[in-house]
């Protein structure tokens, strides 16, 4: 099966959402990541959820977890509203390399799919045709599709 019959509907972010929107989003929406959108519409990163708490926990804590115990529950809450003044813009690190994306054409194998996921270490690629965004693929249903048994792979 392609890529483009395996993507479904995704909800995405952009370079200007709020990055308390955004970390919102992945909550309430239970996603395994967030698909972050350029100003042109396509992919410009893909954050696997763990990647959206850095947006939250202060630098200093993430190079020395042990400081997180100086933080009380009060303390935590008052970090997180000081992102609904920051765009994800604001608080992405450093775009590496744009060829290193978990993006996939829409006519990718499964096993193109798994290989790109595997190597970029991401619970989800985004999935284009050309300059559009189609969808997405999460781990769980590629899962579900490569162990199905019989003809439907």
């Known amino acids: 099966m ?38 042109t519409g396509r992919p410009y ?18 190079e020395d977890p042990s400081l997180a115990r100086a ?11 000081e992102l609904s003044a920051r765009s994800v813009r604001d608080v992405l690190p450093k775009r590496k390399d744009v ?4 993006v996939v054409d829409s006519d990718a ?4 799919i798994a290989a790109v996921m595997a190597a970029q270490r991401s619970p989800i ?6 300059s559009s965004f189609l969808g997405a693929i ?3 249903a590629l899962l ?3 162990l199905a048994p019989g003809p439907e792979r």
């Open 71 to 81: 933080y009380d529950e009060a303390s935590a809450d008052a970090m997180c509203d």
């Open 109 to 112: 194998t499964s096993m193109e």
């Open 2 to 39: 392609l890529a483009a019959q395996l993507a479904r509907p995704y909800p995405t972010v952009t370079l200007d959402t709020g990055a308390l929107e955004a970390a919102r989003i992945l909550a309430d929406g239970r996603l395994p990541g967030l698909i972050v959108l350029d100003d």
């Open 125 to 130: 690629v985004a999935v284009v045709d050309g």
């Open 144 to 146: 579900v599709h490569l």
């Open 99 to 102: 060829f290193d994306l978990p």
């Open 138 to 140: 999460t781990v769980s």
């Open 45 to 62: 990163t893909v954050l696997p959820g763990s990647q959206v708490l850095r947006f939250i926990v202060p630098s200093y804590v993430q």
